[in-house]
């Protein structure tokens, strides 16, 4: 609960959110693309820009609806699989958070095409390695680093159900709205499938920790 809270609370706090807010929009935009690569597509480009939107430019490949569907979705996967890979080992955390950075600058070697997303990944990965180093440099314990990665899970999953929670504010523009054009549901059918997701994910993660104390 506290890392929900303080995931919640550094959303709002200037300059500080922007690196993890930028690693929600990686994953939110990765997520599509790999699906498309999964679907017989392809990735064409990744783009990010300060503000905190992206975009992934793909080749469709046989299911467009997943691939637009995988954004929100893949988000809140990625957000529970770095929570518990986190989870895993206090003493395996710090080698998870470096696994994620090399992760991101693989992808950005790949599709990674303008120099305003080659400076935010650039970002995105010095906080990362610098963040687990000073962290276990000078708390001098694994589990403040585990902690930290922890964290990083939970605020993607926050800040997506955030994200969504904004796209009511903005009409006829979103996936949902592109997953309506394509298919028989209405987009908000499309949105309250990623909010039930979404806290379906912190919930289990929640009864997970729980659990596990």
Known sequence: MLL???????????LIQLPFIWIETFFHEISHGLAAIFTGGSIVKIS?????????KYNVGAIEWLVIFSGYMGA????????????YSAKKANQFGIGIAIFIAISGMLWAKD?????????????????????????LHRRPVQVFVQFIGIFILVNTIKSLMQ?????????????????IFSEYI???IW???SVIALWYLWLKSYNDV
Do not use: N, Q, R
């Open 4 to 14: 929900i809270l303080s995931a919640f609370a550094v959303s709002f706090i200037p």
């Open 48 to 56: 990010l820009k300060e503000t905190g939107a992206g975009s992934c």
């Open 76 to 87: 809140i996967i990625w957000g529970m699989f770095i929570y518990l890979g986190a989870s």
């Open 115 to 139: 120099s305003e997303t080659w400076v935010i990944l650039i970002a995105i990965i010095s906080v990362l390695l610098i963040s687990l180093w000073l962290v276990s440099v000078l708390v």
């Open 167 to 183: 796209l009511l504010a903005i009409p006829d523009v979103g996936d949902h709205v592109e997953l309506a054009k394509i298919t």
């Open 190 to 192: 499309w949105w309250l």
């Open 195 to 197: 909010i039930i997701g």
